[in-house]
């Protein structure tokens, strides 16, 4: 019988991870359902149980077998509440990769369920004016947009935007994305004027993540 030990199951990972990357997928997943077999005889609050299911679930992505994705992303939720309880924002991690691949396949309304969740969590763990809430706040007006409520994806944005702004001066490509979204609600509710000004705004903000890539003489 193989021995318990996190060498072993690194090394398990180690090798998926190589496969991986050499285009092996059948060898990949080989190797981490071996390093999930010595998960399962981990304590049931061992991290490992549910990072081997999120890189089983990456994988899975990677091949587009999402009903196996789903299966595992959940399964891997339930191992972080297990760890860490249903407040943490370790489990809200968790929840919200569940909530990005909802978001990514098209299912707005679970997506939006989950990421409401996962924004409560994280106002209480780092404040309503963090980045992290800023980064969440983003994610939920981005889907309830897709939904179609513009009303409650505007006063997101805004929020998602205001706090990028005083976070990091709202020159990344975070901000610049969700300026961009913005603009495009603007234009559908019939505000063309408020919708080129952001654009605007946009374009200024991708001049001057340009200038801080550009190399100094």
Same mark, same amino acid.
């Given at each position: 019988? @193989?021995?318990? +030990?996190? @060498? @072993?199951? =690194?090394?398990?990972?180690?090798?998926?991870?190589? /496969?991986? =990357?050499?285009?092996? *997928?059948? /060898?990949?997943?080989?190797?981490?359902?071996?390093?999930?077999?010595?998960s399962d005889g981990l304590a049931d609050n061992d991290k490992r149980r549910f990072l081997i299911l999120e890189m089983l679930a990456d994988l899975m992505e990677r091949e587009e077998r999402t009903d196996d994705a789903e299966k595992y992303?959940? /399964?891997?939720?339930?191992? !972080?509440? +297990?760890? *860490? %309880?249903?407040?943490? $924002? !370790? *489990?809200?991690? %968790?929840?919200?990769?569940?909530?990005?691949? $909802?978001?990514?396949?098209?299912?707005?309304?679970?997506?939006?369920?989950? +990421?409401r969740d996962v924004l409560k969590i994280m106002e209480k763990a780092y404040g309503p004016t963090s980045e992290e809430v800023g980064h969440i706040a983003g994610q939920l007006a981005d889907t309830i947009h897709e939904l179609g409520k513009h009303q409650d994806a505007e006063e997101l *944005?805004?929020?998602? &935007?205001? &706090?990028?702004?005083? /976070?990091? %001066?709202? +020159?990344?490509?975070e901000s610049v994305y969700l300026i961009q979204r913005y603009a495009a609600l603007l234009e559908e509710t019939g505000r063309a004027d408020e919708a080129a000004h952001m654009r605007a705004s946009a374009q200024g903000k991708i001049s001057g993540i340009l200038r801080k890539l550009k190399p100094s003489d």
């Open positions: 019988m @193989t021995e318990m +030990t996190e @060498t @072993t199951w =690194e090394e398990f990972v180690l090798k998926a991870q190589r /496969a991986a =990357e050499e285009g092996d *997928y059948k /060898a990949a997943e080989g190797f981490l359902n071996d390093a999930k077999s010595l992303l959940l /399964a891997a939720v339930e191992c !972080r509440k +297990t760890r *860490y %309880g249903p407040f943490h $924002y !370790r *489990y809200a991690e %968790g929840v919200q990769r569940l909530s990005s691949f $909802y978001f990514e396949n098209d299912r707005f309304e679970e997506s939006e369920k989950l +990421t *944005y805004k929020r998602a &935007i205001g &706090i990028r702004r005083h /976070a990091s %001066g709202s +020159t990344d490509s």
